[in-house]
C-alpha cells in the first residue's frame, strides 16, 4: 500500500471515529502519532462549523498538544479535567483489541490518559495495523534512565532481545525524561496480559505498550470501507 493511501485510509478512521463518538460538550483525550493528527484535524473543522462546540482536549504528548493549540482546541492536564473518552492510534492490533502502542515514543502518558477515560479508548487506524496477533514488531518498554541497563537485561530474561531506542547515537528521551526500550519477542506475544504484568514487575520498567482490555471500539479504515469493531465484554 502506498502512503499516501495509507494517510488517506487514516484520515478517514479518524473522521468516522470524531463522528462518532466525541459530543459537544467532552473532554477528550487525544492521541500522538499521524493517526491521532487526523482526530485533531477533525475535531478543529467540526469546532470550526458549529458542529461541536466546547470541546476540551487532553493531550498525551507536547506535539499533540502542539497540535492542539493550533487547530484553536481548548486544552487541560489530566488533573484538571477527566477526559470522557480517548481517541488514539496504534502500531498492532489483535482479533481481541488488544494492541501494541508507542512506538511514537509517549506510551507512558497515552495509557495513563487512556486508563483514566470514563468511556474508554478508541483506536483508530488504517487495516495495515490488524494481526492475528500481536508482537510482529518491537513492544516499546518505558524505563527509567537511573539503572537502564540492568532494566534492559531484565527484560531480556523474558525471552525478548531488547534495544535501547536511540536517535542520532543519543538515547531517545520522552516527553517524561524517561528511556524507551525496545523489545523483539521471537514468535510474537501469545499472552498480552500475563507479559504485561511480568514487565511491570521490573522495578525500572515503568510502564509497557501492551493496552490490554482498554480499547472499547477499533475504527479501521480499509480499501474497501471503514469499519467499526465494538469490544466485547470482558
Request: one cysteine or more; proline letters at 5%; hydrophobic letters at 40%.
Amino acid at each position: 500500500m502506498a502512503d499516501a493511501e495509507k494517510e488517506n485510509l487514516k484520515r478517514d478512521a479518524a473522521y468516522v471515529a470524531v463522528s462518532r463518538f466525541v459530543e459537544s460538550g467532552m473532554t477528550v483525550g487525544l492521541g500522538t502519532g499521524t493517526t491521532a493528527s487526523w482526530v485533531v484535524k477533525r475535531i478543529e473543522e467540526k469546532l470550526a462549523s458549529g458542529e461541536l462546540s466546547d470541546i476540551v482536549g487532553v493531550p498525551t504528548s507536547e506535539s499533540t498538544a502542539a497540535l492542539a493549540r493550533g487547530a484553536a482546541i481548548p486544552l487541560a492536564a489530566l488533573d484538571e479535567s477527566r477526559p470522557h473518552i480517548t481517541i488514539d492510534g496504534a502500531d498492532e492490533i489483535s482479533p481481541s483489541l488488544d494492541v501494541v502502542k508507542g512506538r511514537g515514543g509517549a506510551l507512558l502518558r497515552e495509557k495513563i490518559v487512556a486508563h483514566a477515560s470514563e468511556d474508554g479508548l478508541v483506536i483508530v487506524a488504517d487495516e495495515s495495523k490488524l494481526y492475528d496477533s500481536l508482537g510482529d514488531g518491537p513492544l516499546p518498554v518505558e524505563a527509567e534512565p537511573f539503572g537502564w541497563r540492568a532494566t534492559l537485561e531484565a527484560l531480556r530474561s523474558l525471552g525478548c532481545e531488547p534495544e535501547l531506542r536511540r536517535v542520532e547515537s543519543q538515547p531517545f528521551v520522552t516527553d517524561g525524561g524517561h528511556y524507551t526500550i525496545d523489545c523483539l519477542f521471537d514468535g510474537g506475544v501469545p499472552d498480552p496480559k500475563s507479559l504485561e504484568a511480568e514487565i511491570k514487575e521490573i522495578p525500572g520498567a515503568l510502564e509497557c505498550g501492551l493496552f490490554v482490555g482498554l480499547a472499547r471500539a477499533v475504527v479501521v479504515a480499509k480499501l474497501d470501507g471503514v469499519e467499526v469493531i465494538e469490544a466485547k465484554s470482558r
